[in-house]
Every structure is written in structure tokens, then in C-alpha cells.
């Protein structure tokens, strides 16, 4: 059904970024957006009038209004599991039933805000957030970018299963003065259950009387978190149809609320839910999610590459790719369709990145003059913490915009060595400052962006089978079952394992 759309995109000429910008004066203008205090330049990609009329178009014929209308209306856009994508109803945005359960769960969780800074559980000093994949990127991102300058609380995040990184974890932690917040949304998730009884063992060992009363779970599946022993006073339950990846926003955030306040958290609310407004009733050419899906599918598509970069020159922003991988690689790195079809296309690019200018001492040369072409992405904030250095801060933009210029630009010279071809491709996210609101309206645009991706690919963003096997094969293998290869046995026995 789509073909006709992908004929005109592949025909349509991708023409070098110099070019572009000398033939079209208003260019900037077109590829250029400000929303929710964000500012986001697209036009240092090969996107054109022709391209994005063509992605529109594709768009269109892809279904993307019925899907933005299923998504935020509660329609199954997760029918691999026959479920709805809640995470829009967390910021009142979906079906009127969801926004309502959601708002009243999220009293619980304001509850407990309450209940924490009214001293319901004493003196308290630490947060240990446990949960691994979509159960921590989230909240350790929003506590890293936003929690500088918050209120005193040492949040800590525990995911892996390694005892040194649950060392890590609680080091110089108080046990009788720390929280801790298991997040799972099945409950069932080996490394964390492993993780949290780790944890009441420490405060058992550290002569805490009532360990059990010093732990809050959040799950959506309140009856594996009571299999667990936990009262389910303490539960705080999230929706089945939040996805991990998407659920920074329901009650798995509640370690940033605690830590940031709750006046931040629903600003990250409201942040989000002007992007989804945007998202939703935006036509595709000035639609921001949009846009970047398109100049992501040409890249991937049109000039097939396979990875892309994002680089926060924002020491705050240093998890955004982490979070970003989990985001996008779970969500669209598919091989069939909806309907299980094979797919003729790539799908999800490699999201990789870093910070800058970090980066730029380490892995730019192969962006500058390597073989293999990689849109870049750089994520900024025009101001800094009141606190630092203003002439730092003008350093780290000045050094994030020349990338972008010289990635576009290149260099001639006689000397091959010394040569650079230039002609490549970054868009540039620019934030007023850094603060709950901007970052709820950049992750929100980031979750769209994706949706659109995989609405125009036409696959489901929202499950992800693929990472079963390696866990049913752990399982096989703790239990001593199964036939496996001479290289496996061999890597068992000489482990000991
Ligand atoms: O929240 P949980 O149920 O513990 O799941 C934690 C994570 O593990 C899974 O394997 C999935 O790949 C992730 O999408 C999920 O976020």
C-alpha cells in the first residue's frame, strides 16, 4: 500500500546540504521548530520540500492519523499483545477511563511524596531505586539531568546483577535512613527480585528491625510483587499498558518525584503533554516527531545507514543515550511487520553517542572522515546551572555548533590525509535551560518520533519478544537443562558456573 509513496521518495534526488541551503534562503525556516521551550534544527539534514512531501505522503498512506488517533484514544496500537499504549494517559492524554486510573494512581504516588516529606518514615537520607531496562533508564536519567540542585536525597540506582555493582550501589548509604523502591512492571524480572533481596539482606545485616517496611514496590502486576512478600499497602501499581520504555511518567518515577519534588514532576507532565498535543494535531510537515522520523527513514533507507549518534554537551543530558538506546532499538529494531510480514527495509538504526565535547577526542574522527555515514545528533541547553562557570558553558555551545558546521562544511585540501569530504548530516536540539518541563517535552518528543518511525515502517513499536530467548536460555542453563553447543558447555565448565 505504500509503495507508490516509497517510489517518490527513492526517486527523489538527495542533493548535497550545500546546495541546499544556497538554493533555498527560507530553508532554516522550514526545517526549523520552537515548542515547549525547545528548539529543534533540522536543517543540517537532506531533507527538502520534495523529501518531506514525500515522507507526508507516505505518511499518509501508512495510516498515521487513524494511528495517532488509536494511540491517544486507547486504540490497540500493540497487537502482538492486544493492548493499548498507555503512557500518553499518564500525561492526560489518552482515553478518558485511562487518564482517570492514571490520575488516581498518581495520588498514591503523590501520597507517598507527602508521606516522605512529612516524615512518615523517619529521618531519610538515601533512595535505592532498583529495576533494570525500562524500569530504571528512565527515573536514573531524570534524577541525573535534573537532580543537581535537588532536595538532599542520595538516589541511587541498582540494576545489574553483580555484586559488585550492588557494593556500588549501597556504599556510604545509611541503611536505617534509606528508602527502597523495587521497580518491576511484571515482578518477575530475575535480576531485580535477585537485586532486592540483596538489598533487605543489607538491611538486615546492618540491624535494620523491619527491612520489609522500608521498601516500596511499583509494578503492574501487584499480585507477583505480594507472591514476593511485599504488603500490598506498599505496592504502587502502574498500568499493563505502559510500556516499560514509556513509563518514566507513572508511578516507575517515583524516585525522581521524591527526590526532585512534585511540583517538578508535573511540570515533566506537562512538558510531555504539549509535545503530545503537537504530536497529535500537527499536520506531518511541521509535525517536529515527524520530521525527524522522516530524515531518520532517509537515512536509513535512502543512504542506508546503520547507526545514528546523539551527543548531549550537556554533562546533565550524559545518560540521554543510554535511555535513547533502550527507547529506540527495543521499540523499532523488528524484522516483520505488524501483521508478522517479512520486512524488505531496515528498520531501527544503531543508537549509540556520548557527550561533548567528550566525544569529540574520541570518536568524531570517524564521523568527520570515516567510510561509513552517521547523522549525528546534538542535544544542547542555551543556559547552564545558575551555579557554573557562564564562559564554560558559551565553551561547550561554541564547540557544539562548530561540529555541526564542520560535519556540513568539510575541508578541501591537497592532501588527502587532510581532506574532508563535509556534506554530512546533524540536527541540533537546543533546550532554553534544562529543566523538568523542557526535559518532559524532549523525552515526549523522542517516544513520538519513534511511534512514527515504526507507523511508517509498519511495525509495532511496542512489544519486544526478542529479548525472551537469551532469558529462557539463562533460565535452561541455571537449571542444568538442555542440549547446547560444544562452545557453551565448554564456557560452563571452565566458569564453574
Ligand atoms: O520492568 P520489568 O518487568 O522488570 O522488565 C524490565 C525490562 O526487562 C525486559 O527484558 C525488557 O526487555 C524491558 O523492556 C524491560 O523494561
Sequence with gaps: MTQAAWTTIDNHPVRPLSHLFADQPDRLSHLSFELGGVYFDWSKTHLDAGLVEGFAKLANEAGIDEAREQLFTGGIVNPSEGRPAEHVAERGNGSAEAVDVAAARRERVRALVDAVEGEAFGELTGILHIGIGGSVLGPAL??????????????RFLSNVDGQAVDDAVADLDPH???IVVVSKTFTTAETLSNMNAALDWLRDNGVDDPEGRLVAVTAQPDNAVKQGIDETRILQFAEGVGGRYSLWSAVGVSAALSLGWQAFEELLEGAAEMDRHFRFTEPAKNVPMIAAFADLLYTQRLKCQSRAVFAYDERLRLLPDYLQQLEMESNGKSVTRDGSPLDRPTAPVTWGGTGTDAQHAVFQLLHQGTTAVPVEFVASRESEDSQDPEHHRQLLLNCFAQGAALMQGKQSDDPQRSYAGN??????LLDRLDARTLGALLAFY???????AVLLGINPFDQFGVELGKQIANSLNEGGGEFDPSTKALMERAEV
Design 142 to 155: 531524570l534524577v541525573d539531568a535534573l537532580g543537581r540542585n535537588a532536595r538532599g536525597l542520595d538516589v
Design 447 to 453: 517516544e513520538h518520533r519513534t511511534f512514527a518511525n
Design 177 to 179: 535512613t534509606t528508602l
Design 424 to 429: 554530512r548530516p546533524s540536527a541540533t536540539i
